[in-house]
């Protein structure tokens, strides 16, 4: 079965570091690339990163530039999203999802359930 | 940042009615680099639509994408009770790769 799942989201307060990682299983991991979307409860879906199937080709939103950095262990088939100067507008549920092909621009067709992220004092 | 506007918000419609929805771009979109995406209550969203009307694996024939340049539209040919959910278009020409507000189909 394909499948991704997240972990690592928690309470955290502002300014603070998070890392947040997703463990892929039932597909061949580095023949895709992978996407972080994150999802405020009852709002829309923010889409935050992508990183190539190599980790050559990254790209970030605007509004986590500089501050979040994706990675991923094509050994380990896990992805991260490490978070850094965490302000309360990143509470959110993130999500880590799959893309159909290599460099990240086919479409998003597995995600995982996602992880929680509550940034407060 | 490419723009993308959905309409109508709300569509209330009966189970075997026909769903029109849209997706309106600032700027131009490859048909190559939009997709559409169902999500449900508590549930992650799934991929319907990629290329702009290519369906991914698994999703029904009465759903259906089409459009070019800045205007898609995703259409349900009849709708199913388990079609009523929230819909969102996502461009992936440019980045930020940038989702629509969404599009919630409810039962009229």
């Known amino acids: 079965e394909v499948q991704l799942v997240e972990s690592g989201g928690r309470l955290v307060q502002p300014g603070r570091s998070l890392r947040l990682s997703c463990a892929a299983s039932g597909f061949t991991f580095e023949n895709f690339a992978l996407h972080w979307v994150r999802q405020v409860p009852g709002k829309g879906l923010e889409w935050v990163s992508r990183?190539?199937?190599?980790?050559?080709?990254?790209d970030y939103a605007d509004s986590v530039k500089g501050r979040f950095t994706v990675s991923r262990d094509n050994a380990k088939k896990s992805l991260y999203l490490q978070m850094n100067s965490l302000r309360l507008e990143d509470t959110a549920l993130y999500y880590c999802?799959?893309?159909?092909?290599?460099?990240?621009?086919?479409?998003?067709?597995?995600w995982g359930q996602g992880t929680t992220v509550t940034v407060s004092s | 940042e490419i723009v993308l506007t959905q309409s109508p918000g709300t569509l209330s419609l009966s189970p075997g009615e026909r769903a029109t929805l849209s997706c309106r771009a600032s700027?131009?979109?490859?048909?190559?680099?939009l997709a559409w995406y169902q999500q449900k209550l508590g549930q992650a969203p799934r991929l319907l639509i990629y290329g702009a009307s290519s369906r991914a694996t698994g999703i029904p024939d009465r759903f259906s994408g089409s459009g070019s340049g800045t205007d898609f539209t995703l259409t349900i040919s009849r709708l199913e009770p388990e079609d009523f959910a929230l819909y969102y278009c996502?461009?992936?020409?440019?980045?930020?790769?940038?989702f629509g507000p969404g599009t919630k189909v409810d039962i009229k």
């Open positions: 990183i190539s199937w190599d980790s050559s080709d990254i």
């Open positions: 996502q461009q992936y020409n440019k980045s930020p790769f940038t």
């Open positions: 700027q131009a979109v490859s048909t190559s680099y």
């Open positions: 999802a799959k893309d159909k092909g290599f460099w990240g621009f086919e479409g998003m067709d597995v």
